[in-house]
């Protein structure tokens, strides 16, 4: 990382609650960070020309309206995977450079996966509760094992490879199949097409940003090309999956069970009726395992994550 000690290169404007490592770090390389978890939408567009860069988490979409008075502006930081709350086209029209910390979680989302996976397959939530009101019911809560199981990988990126390896830990057979990448099979997974995936995998589990094709990728015409009946893991973006149809795949046994971290709406306090519905009916299934969207939210990546960004900011300025 490059260290700079003269002149001050202007301010960074930190507009969610990050880790407080994130000052001195930007600090040490010549910004004056302003850390402002609580600023408003209306605010940030209003002071945006006073800085020259903008660190955002995951309540801050950096749109055109928000840039529009981005004058100064030289970098947008995500600290995170993903990014989806970035306008690209705009950003870069402005010459505004864009900088993700994807290999900062990439250790938590996959030992969450594995965590979620583990769960479902042995009914350890139901078993624990079960326990917890004096029920012992061994047979009930026979489960099954990982090993020897064929794992399918959508998206082989720093989260889709790092759960690989944990999956191959476990003695499973990985595919992967990745539409922008190639050549990365090794003694971890096998590179795959998605028509592989859909013949052999008894787990899929999702690793790709939300995108234009992304969105609404999984419906059930796509669960209905699986040979078998599937385990689904989605610890992407929760808009890749329509709800409706995959509870209807759950309730056709297709889907034996399912691991989501992400939801298409996760304000759930403000569901529509339709969104209401399909959530309670996925809610009151023991074949489902909601966690709100902690993959790759440790308090190791926390941190880690801030690492990452800055040596990447370091690295340009």
């Not at 990050?18 to 940030?44: A, C, N, T, V, W």
């Not at 012992?136 to 889709?160: A, H, S």
Request: net charge neutral; proline share 2%; aromatic share 8%.
């Amino acid at each position: 990382m490059k260290t700079n000690n003269n002149t001050s290169r202007g301010s960074v404007l930190i507009a969610d609650e990050m880790h407080l490592s994130l000052i001195p770090m930007l600090e040490k390389i010549g910004f004056q960070p302003d850390y402002q978890p609580k600023i408003s939408r209306q605010e940030i567009i209003e002071k945006l020309g006073n800085y020259v860069g903008l660190i955002i988490r995951s309540k801050t979409f950096a749109d055109a309206e928000l840039l529009k008075n981005a004058s100064n502006l030289k970098f947008i930081g995500r600290a995170g995977a993903g990014l989806d709350l970035i306008d690209i086209e705009t950003a870069e029209s402005k010459g505004i450079q864009i900088f993700a910390a994807n290999e900062g979680n990439r250790v938590a989302v996959a030992e969450h996966v594995i965590g979620m996976v583990l769960c479902l397959m042995n009914n350890i939530l139901i078993a624990d509760k079960e326990v917890r009101a004096g029920i012992w019911q061994r047979e009930k809560n026979r489960g099954y094992e990982l090993f020897g199981k064929t794992v399918g990988i959508i998206g082989y990126g720093n989260n889709g490879s790092e759960t690989a390896k944990r999956f191959k830990a476990f003695g499973c057979k990985v595919l992967a199949y990745d539409k922008y990448k190639s050549g990365f099979g090794d003694e971890f997974v096998k590179e795959s097409t998605i028509e592989e995936i859909f013949a052999e995998a008894d787990i899929l589990s999702l690793h790709i940003p939300l995108t234009s094709e992304s969105n609404k990728m999984v419906d059930a015409g796509f669960l209905d090309k699986f040979s078998k009946n599937i385990i689904f893991i989605n610890a992407a973006r929760g808009e890749i999956v329509v709800l409706e149809d995959l509870l209807s795949k759950l309730n056709e046994g297709k889907v034996l069970g399912t691991c989501l971290d992400v939801l298409e709406n996760e304000k759930l306090q403000k569901l529509s009726d339709k969104q209401k519905a399909v959530f309670e009916k996925l809610a009151e299934s023991n074949k489902v395992i909601f966690t709100p969207h902690i993959a790759g939210w440790t308090f190791e990546s926390y941190e880690r994550i801030n690492q990452v960004l800055v040596e990447k900011i370091s690295q340009s300025f």
